[in-house]
């Protein structure tokens, strides 16, 4: 009896400690937007935060079957680039981890497969193509940006898993230390 009480409190006590995950959720919808990716980063110099991730319209069909899917993400890389004074061809480039749960379509996997299957990266990569996407303003400095390379795979692919290309606009707010991006789905390989 004595057993049975105990376990009873510790797991009353269990309930009562918060759980703290550093990982984000990000709920996606089926949408019309006018964007199939958004991302907003605020200290990507320093230690990156998402402020805000989005992938809808064709994509997001194709990595989310079920459209019943949840976004959890899992960290940047620690190789950023970033726009600085002295570069004479300025860019941007970071890779964001993140894992499609898709407790539908995976159903059957058990939790390590699902670990495995449902990890993503985006490596977000953008050129500054003139110098009239270079803007000072006071002590800050915004670069524009743009590219077609940007890229959406799994991060353990199977053979047939194809890789999604997007056509992107960024800007970096040097001051902020903000990177807003978005993009439209442009093609995927093979």
Same mark, same amino acid.
């Given at each position: 009896?004595?057993? $049975? ?19 984000? !959720? ?5 949408? #019309? ?10 200290? $990507?110099?320093? /230690?990156?935060?998402?402020? #805000? ?33 002295? =570069? ?6 970071? @890779? ?11 159903? =059957?996997?058990?939790? $390590? ?6 990890? *993503? ?5 953008? =050129?500054?193509? /003139? ?14 940006? /743009?590219?077609? &390379?940007?890229? $959406? ?9 194809? @890789? ?7 800007? &970096? =707010?040097?001051?902020?230390? @903000? !990177?807003?991006?978005?993009?439209? &789905?442009?093609?995927? *390989?093979?």
């Amino acid at each position: 009896m004595k057993t $049975l009480i105990m376990g009873a409190v510790m797991t009353s006590i269990m309930f009562l400690i918060p759980i703290n995950t550093n990982a984000p !959720l990000y709920s996606q919808q089926e949408s #019309n937007q006018e964007n199939d990716l958004v991302l907003e980063v605020q200290g $990507l110099r320093t /230690s990156p935060m998402t402020k #805000n991730f989005q992938l809808s319209g064709e994509v997001w069909k194709k990595v989310c079957p079920s459209n019943q899917c949840h976004i959890e993400e899992d960290g940047y890389s620690s190789y950023i680039v970033i726009p600085e004074p002295e =570069d004479t061809d300025p860019r941007l480039y970071t @890779t964001l981890y993140f894992y499609i749960h898709d407790n539908v379509t995976n159903k =059957d996997l058990t939790t $390590l497969q699902k670990k495995f299957a449902e990890r *993503y990266e985006l490596l977000f990569s953008c =050129d500054v193509n /003139s110098v009239k996407d270079i803007i000072k303003q006071g002590n800050n400095v915004i670069y524009k940006c /743009s590219s077609e &390379y940007p890229d $959406l795979s799994k991060s353990n692919p199977e053979e047939n898993d194809p @890789t999604y290309y997007f056509r992107v606009e960024g800007t &970096y =707010d040097t001051q902020k230390d @903000t !990177l807003t991006g978005t993009g439209k &789905y442009d093609r995927q *390989y093979p």
